[in-house]
């Protein structure tokens, strides 16, 4: 079975605006940069072909830079249809294709090779993010319809099920933690060792501290000097 890994890239200069407490632009540029050198290494390792869609120029360069195939995307689209665009180019040349997003960086710490294995015996494998969304999606092109964003992955399911596909659910802590927050940082540097992503974010000199407040964790940079 040939399998195709769809990796969806926002601009680099936009993203993760919720950790601008926490990180400098150019740090969160950084960031998004490792998490995807870090998802690219992992589908590389497991598909036939690992093919990035961005309408970024940046992110593409960057992704030409990991030896990955590019896609530009073609005109305002959302999230979805951007993806719909990668599914169509991808179609003619593998049997199944699987979308994981740039920013869930210890998906090498993941059963990546069981689940791609299970796409032998399942028409749809699904991986759920920690906030109901959907952090991996193995399905053959052209049968069910995407639904990235809040809640994705009951919709994905819900999906499946209309179309009567059969369904298995890789539940996997690594493959559920993407990235938004800081409390997602300490998450990363407690549990990303060999990680890009780690190695990066102790480069920063962040560190974990425990937190008795809302989060479970509570992230410092160490003072210069």
Known sequence: MKIYGIIPVSPFAHAKTRLSPTL???????????????????LKENV????????????LHFADELKVQTLKEKGQTDLNGALEQAVK????????VIIVPSDVPLIGKANIKGLIQDAEKYDIIIAPAKGGGTNALLFPPRTIKLR?????????IKEAKRLKLSIK??????LSLDVNTAEDLGEIILHGKNTYTRSY??????????????????????SKG
């Open 89 to 96: 180019w991808c179609e003619s040349k593998c049997d199944k």
């Open 169 to 174: 659910i890789h539940d996997s802590f690594y």
């Open 148 to 156: 990235f964003g809040d809640c994705s992955f009951f919709e994905h």
């Open 48 to 59: 036939n072909e690992v093919i990035v869609i961005s309408a970024d120029k940046e992110v």
């Open 24 to 42: 400098s632009p150019s740090e969160r540029k950084n960031l998004l940069k490792v998490m995807l050198k870090d998802v690219t290494k992992s």
């Open 201 to 222: 974010l102790e480069d920063l000199k962040l560190k974990v501290k425990p937190s008795r407040g809302a989060e479970r964790l509570r992230i410092e940079k160490e």
